[in-house]
């Protein structure tokens, strides 16, 4: 399995969840499991994604990603998980 770490953090607005997953589910995307939350007005969400069957290569789904955060106001980040994982080991 191919599983990625996708990160979310800006202002909250209307639709943010909504429009990353069917980005998701558009290029067969499968999400592992998604934890949001809204702390004073600001949106954070962190998901874990499996890739392995995903319909555009990887750093499309990057780019795109990236871009769909730009145009809905939130910084969205990707990171592959043994990368993640090595960076936050104690």
């Known amino acids: 399995m191919n599983r990625t770490i996708i990160t979310v953090v800006g202002k909250d607005t209307v639709g943010i969840i909504a429009k990353v997953c069917t980005y998701m ?3 067969q995307i499968n999400i ?3 934890s949001q939350t809204i ?5 954070n969400m962190m998901m ?4 392995s069957k995903m319909t ?5 789904m990057t ?3 990236t871009k769909l955060g730009e145009s809905t106001g939130v910084q969205i980040k990707c990171q592959k ?3 993640f994982d090595k ?3 104690i």
């Open 56 to 60: 555009v290569d990887y750093a499309t």
């Open 32 to 34: 592992l499991d998604i």
């Open 81 to 83: 998980e043994e990368i």
């Open 48 to 51: 874990i994604i499996d890739t």
């Open 87 to 89: 960076m936050h080991r």
């Open 63 to 65: 780019d795109e990603i």
């Open 25 to 27: 589910a558009d290029h």
């Open 39 to 43: 702390i004073q007005g600001f949106f």
